[in-house]
């Protein structure tokens, strides 16, 4: 690797590294600002005086006593009652990720084994369906589900958002699949078991580190949806990310900005503690698609 | 797989796609034929002590009965499709004819909510998208490069701005620079205008959002590069390098072809998920300066006056631009699934 050859000039170096710093400010820096920000009073996270007000809080000194406060998570989770809507959350994120994993692992078996021309029409036809802006096919729930009184409850949200989930599922489960090669399931097969005996036995004890890589961008896709739960999910059962959007316009008015920033840190942590601890499988499952063709 | 088998293993699947992603398109395309109904009005006779008028008013009973008994409202046609707030043939027709230049044709366009929506969702598509390929490619080659410790670490914070919630990261960067945030504020004193604000500014707001879009999605375009990165031949590089090629020409011949496919990957994955633009203009509450397809079907949806024909129409016309981007894609796959087959 050290030959002279692929040395590098020190000038080189140091430009390389400087960019790969300049990126990760911009791509962190946010993120820890606003966490940061958080504790600290309007008048400080929005400075408009002197910008390091925010760093010192000293405005947070002034009305609170200390350089810290819990004042826009107090505001923002018991006051504004964010609780229940992290609760809907769970259980949107958990049954969606559930459900998805099972229909998808089922149905991108069938398509990694079956040679026939169906199956790569099916796999077109996900592609497609990956492609429809969720909006568009909400525009098309709306009116059927008002008139059958499905509207506004967390099923109907779970439903759709694993249908939603299927075109992506299948084409990474399927790509998964088909790297496990053939012959362990056809062998148990002429041993004598039945199709299904052959995935249930010998296909799902080898398969988990591909549904735990798909599992995670399924979670992703629930826990990031905005079109669907902001617009089938009625008042009451709100899920964080409408909830904070539907924060946006009354804590303006209120002067409880801080209880929308609150909101949205509190929001963010389950994704950092996601990439904190799947970080290698969110990247082998990013690259699946790509590398593999 | 025998037949039957493979569809009771698809089933599932199969059955969740089809109720929830294709009927819904079939709903879509016959609601955008009807508009909501006409409120049903009544002469009622006024009487005062001293005289008596009729008034036209509103028969809310008759009303709700006719809206209970036909919820798609009334059968419009094509008409949905050519109103003003779709494809404005009409007004585009007018405009065509009374504008004496070009320009001022194109300012009259772009008037119209749907095509001032669709040169936003167009621009922000194909500005973001090139950025984000290119900028994913630097900081893969950047990172590569550095020493195998600090890897990790500068993934993990790579990562960030791809996985969080879009209305999340754009709430993130929109309380920075507004005009009490801290880049907001800075930007006020370096130009030294205490009234400058980017949302007031069309231009301003529309370069916001696709610096959002940028920052957003360039992590993507990064991972797949990198990982891209660790399969280059290194005897291809090292005989580049033999044959006297500089750094610079390892990366635009060696490298840069070698990774012409998952440019075609990122391209497509980019495409599609750029032309649904929505979160970012709500979280920038840039609704006002700029308008996607996505938002303007929001938009009608929202609120207590559900306009379902309406939003259906521009739902319908933003399924054909998908198909449009989708085409080449879909042409290509079939060619190389016939080539493997022969």
């Given amino acids: ?293 | 797989m025998k037949h039957r088998t493979f569809f009771w293993f698809i089933l599932p699947s199969l059955a969740a796609m089809i109720i929830f992603i294709a009927l819904p398109i079939g709903s879509v395309a016959l609601q955008s034929f009807f508009v909501e109904h006409d409120q049903i009005m009544v002469e009622v006779e006024n009487c005062t002590p001293f005289a008596c008028e009729t008034v036209l008013a509103v028969d809310q009973e008759a009303t709700a009965a006719l809206r209970e008994t036909a919820p798609l409202g009334k059968f419009n046609g094509f008409d949905t499709y050519t109103n003003r707030n779709h494809l404005a043939f009409a007004e585009i027709g007018t405009a065509w004819s009374e504008s004496t230049s070009l320009g001022a044709f194109f300012d009259k366009l772009l008037n119209l909510p749907f095509y001032w929506a669709l040169a936003f969702t167009l621009t922000y598509t194909g500005v973001v998208t090139p950025f984000v390929i290119v900028l994913g490619l630097a900081v893969a080659l950047g990172v590569n490069a550095l020493p195998r410790l600090v890897k990790g670490p500068t993934i993990f914070f790579s990562l960030l701005p791809m996985i969080t919630t879009p209305l999340i990261g754009s709430l993130i960067l929109f309380w920075m620079v507004d005009a009490d945030g801290i880049l907001g504020a800075t930007l006020q004193i370096i130009f030294d205008n205490p009234d400058l604000s980017l949302k007031a500014s069309t231009t301003l707001t529309w370069i916001m959002l696709i610096v959002y879009g940028i920052w957003s999605s360039t992590p993507f375009a990064f991972i797949v590069f990198y990982a891209g990165l660790q399969t280059v031949p290194q005897d291809t590089l090292e005989a580049a390098q033999i044959d006297g090629a500089s750094r610079w020409q390892r990366v635009r011949y060696v490298i840069v072809p070698y990774m012409a496919p998952l440019v075609v990957f990122i391209t497509l994955m980019q495409l599609m998920d750029n032309f649904r633009v929505l979160e970012p203009i709500i979280g920038f509450s840039a609704s006002a300066k700029a308008t996607s397809l996505s938002w303007i079907i929001l938009n009608d949806l929202f609120g207590d006056a559900k306009l379902f024909g309406s939003a259906a129409a521009t739902s319908m016309l933003t399924i054909v631009g998908v198909a449009v981007l989708l085409t080449p894609v879909l042409i290509r796959t079939w060619r190389d699934f016939n080539r493997k087959r022969v």
Wanted: hydrophobic fraction near 55%; glycine fraction near 8%; include cysteine.
């Fill in chain 1, 1 to 293: 690797m050290a030959n002279a050859a692929t040395r590098r000039s020190r000038g080189l170096v140091l430009f390389s590294t400087g960019f790969i710093l300049l990126w990760l400010v911009i791509a962190a820096g946010p993120f820890l600002w606003t966490v940061w920000g958080s504790f600290k009073v309007q008048g400080d996270f929005f400075s408009k005086a002197d910008w390091t007000f925010a760093l010192y809080g000293v405005k947070t000194l002034e009305e609170t006593g200390s350089a810290f406060t819990p004042g826009g998570y107090e505001g923002a989770w018991l006051q504004e009652e964010f609780w229940r809507n992290a609760m809907n959350t769970f259980i949107v994120v958990f049954f969606t990720v559930i459900i998805s994993l099972t229909f998808g692992t089922l149905g991108g078996y069938a398509l990694a084994r079956s040679g026939f021309r169906y199956a790569f029409w099916l796999l077109m036809a996900a592609l497609v369906f990956r492609a429809m802006p969720h909006i568009t096919l909400v525009s098309g729930y709306l009116l059927p589900f008002f008139e059958w009184n499905l509207w506004g409850h967390l099923t109907t949200s779970i439903i759709v958002l694993v249908a939603i989930n299927q075109p992506f599922t299948l084409w990474m489960l399927h790509s998964f699949f088909l790297n496990i090669p053939k012959d362990i399931d056809e062998s148990a097969m002429v041993d004598g078991c039945t199709r299904f005996q052959a995935f249930r036995h010998v296909i799902i004890p080898v398969m988990w580190p591909g549904v735990v890589t798909t599992g995670l961008f399924s979670f992703l896709l629930a826990y990031n949806d905005f079109a669907v739960t902001s617009m089938l999910l009625s008042q009451e059962n709100q899920t964080m990310v409408p909830r904070i959007a539907s924060f946006l316009g009354t804590v303006r008015e209120q002067g409880n900005v801080m209880f929308a920033v609150a909101a949205v840190v509190s929001a963010l942590v389950p994704l950092f503690f996601l990439v904190l601890f799947f970080q290698r499988q969110l990247v082998s499952g990013l690259t699946a698609g790509a590398v593999k063709g």
